[in-house]
C-alpha cells in the first residue's frame, strides 16, 4: 500500500517481488546505522525463523546464538501448496484486480480460514472446536471460528501484503546462489538451538532434523503441543525454559537476569 515513486500512487498489483533474504537485506542498514556490531541472540519462528537462518548464513560473525523455531531450510512443496491455494482464494474474489485498498479482503478471509488448518492440526480442532449439543446440525463451533479467524485477519491486514508474503515465503531457498543448501547451513557459526513443535505439520519435525544435521554443532529440541505450527506463537514457557537453558550453559548468571527483567 506504499507510494509508487514512480507513479504516485499505491503500487497495489505491482509492488515489487522479494524474499526472505532480500527482507533481511532491508534490515542490515538499520542495523548499521544504530551501530550494531554484535548481536547476541536472534531468535525468529517460521518465516521468521527463515529470516534468522538467512541472515546468520550471510552475516556468519553477526550472532552469537540463533534460536531457529518451527522453520525450515526451505519452503516445502507441501507448504507451498497451502500458500498457492490460499491466493487461489484472493484470486477468485472478483475484487481482486482492481486497484483498491480493499480488493481481494473476501478471498483473503477464506484464504486465511485455509490456512488455518495447516496452522492446528486435527487434534487442535477435535479439542477446542467441538460442539457440545449432540443434537445441532449446525452452524458448527468450527464453522463460525473459520469465518471468526477470516475477519479478525481482515481487521488488521490487507489481501496485497497477504498474497506478496506468501509468495515470499514461497521463494525460500538457503542454498540459492550458495552451491547448495548444506553448504549454506555450515557457514553459520553461531551457537544454533533449533527448536520444534511436535504436532507442526506444516513445518515438520523431519525440517528441524535436517537444520540440525547441517548446522555445525547446533543442538535440537522438539516439545509436545496441541496446537500444531502455532505453538512457536503459544508455547512460550517451554520456549522460553529451552532458550534460557541453552544461554545459562554458557553463562549461569544470565538466568536470573531474564527471569528478573520477565
Request: negative net charge; glycine residues 8%; aromatic residues 14%.
Amino acid at each position: 500500500m506504499s507510494n509508487n515513486p514512480v507513479t504516485g500512487e499505491p503500487y497495489y498489483h505491482r509492488f515489487p517481488f522479494f524474499t526472505p533474504r532480500d527482507m533481511i537485506r532491508a534490515y542490515q542498514p538499520l542495523k548499521d546505522f544504530l551501530g550494531i556490531g554484535k548481536i547476541k541472540i536472534g531468535i525468529g519462528g517460521s518465516m521468521g525463523g527463515q529470516q534468522l537462518l538467512e541472515w546468520a548464513i550471510e552475516e556468519p560473525e553477526l550472532f552469537e546464538h540463533i534460536v531457529p523455531i518451527a522453520t525450515n531450510a526451505f519452503h516445502s512443496p507441501w507448504a507451498r501448496a497451502f500458500n498457492a491455494s490460499q491466493r487461489h482464494c484472493i484470486e477468485l474474489d472478483p475484487t481482486w484486480k482492481q486497484n483498491d485498498s480493499e480488493a481481494g479482503m473476501e478471498g483473503m478471509k477464506v484464504a486465511r480460514g485455509l490456512a488455518l488448518l495447516s496452522y492446528r492440526n486435527q487434534e487442535t480442532y477435535n479439542f477446542y472446536q467441538a460442539d457440545t449439543d449432540l443434537n445441532t446440525l449446525g452452524p458448527f463451533k468450527s464453522e463460525s471460528y473459520q469465518s471468526y479467524q477470516g475477519e479478525k485477519l481482515a481487521a488488521r491486514f490487507n489481501a496485497f501484503s497477504y498474497y506478496n508474503l506468501s509468495q515470499s515465503m514461497d521463494s525460500h531457498q538457503v542454498g540459492r546462489g550458495r552451491g547448495s543448501i548444506s553448504a549454506a547451513l555450515k557457514k553459520i557459526k553461531a551457537k544454533t538451538h533449533i527448536i520444534g513443535i511436535r504436532s507442526d505439520i506444516l513445518f515438520t519435525e523431519k525440517e528441524q532434523i535436517f537444520l540440525a544435521e547441517n548446522i555445525p554443532d547446533a543442538f535440537f529440541k522438539m516439545i509436545p503441543s496441541t496446537y500444531g505450527h502455532d505453538g512457536f506463537l503459544l508455547e512460550y514457557d517451554a520456549i522460553s525454559s529451552i532458550v534460557f537453558d541453552f544461554l545459562e550453559a554458557e553463562n549461569p548468571s544470565l538466568r536470573s537476569t531474564f527471569y528478573t527483567v520477565n
